[in-house]
């Protein structure tokens, strides 16, 4: 039975070699995956450049808000704007004030020393408090803490005055 179907196969070999497509079928074929692969690549760099943009845009977006968050601070005014009207008056009397005390200085040197180390730990103070006010929950109690900080450095600088005063008065009686 094998030599039979060897002898056939031999026999009927040009009937079972199949004849190839033709070179024109291959060129419509080509052409067809060639029109088919344009749009896929139009549409795959489309989508990447959209995804791209995307995430472009999203970047953009964070930094701006967290650039405009990190620069933001609160003010006293922001707050309240009768106090932000307190603190200016208060910060303009309390240089005033700490300028007329630079003037008695020199007759007073180590009165005027001890002074501004007790202006200066006041200072500090209200410079921490505006650092908590940027983080406050409640900013209103921070404001009225620092207005009160204001006031009681502008007592102080009063009774500074008053009491240089006082001394040169003394001063004064006693060498004439």
């Known amino acids: 039975m094998n030599n039979k179907l060897e002898g056939f196969v031999k026999d009927n070999k040009k009937a079972f070699e199949v004849k190839g497509p033709s070179d024109q079928l291959w060129q419509r074929i080509s052409a067809e995956l060639d029109k088919e692969q344009q749009p896929k690549k139009k ?69 005027y020393r001890k002074f501004i180390d007790d202006m200066n730990k006041l200072d500090n103070d209200y410079e921490q408090l505006k650092k908590q006010l940027q983080t406050s929950p409640n900013p209103e109690v921070i404001v009225r803490a620092m207005m009160k900080n204001l006031e009681i450095q502008s007592s102080v600088l009063s009774q500074q005055l008053s009491i240089i005063n006082q001394v040169n008065q003394y001063k004064k009686e006693n060498t004439i």
Do not use: C, H, Q
Request: proline share 3%; charged share 30%; net charge positive.
């Open 43 to 111: 549409i795959e760099l489309y989508k990447w450049l959209s995804i791209a943009a995307m995430l472009v845009i999203s970047l953009g977006i964070y930094f701006t808000y967290n650039y405009r968050m990190a620069n933001k601070t609160i003010d006293v005014a922001d707050v309240n704007p009768a106090f932000g009207k307190k603190e200016m008056r208060f910060a303009s009397l309390i240089e005033e004030k700490r300028d007329s005390l630079e003037i008695y200085a020199k007759r007073n040197p180590d009165l």
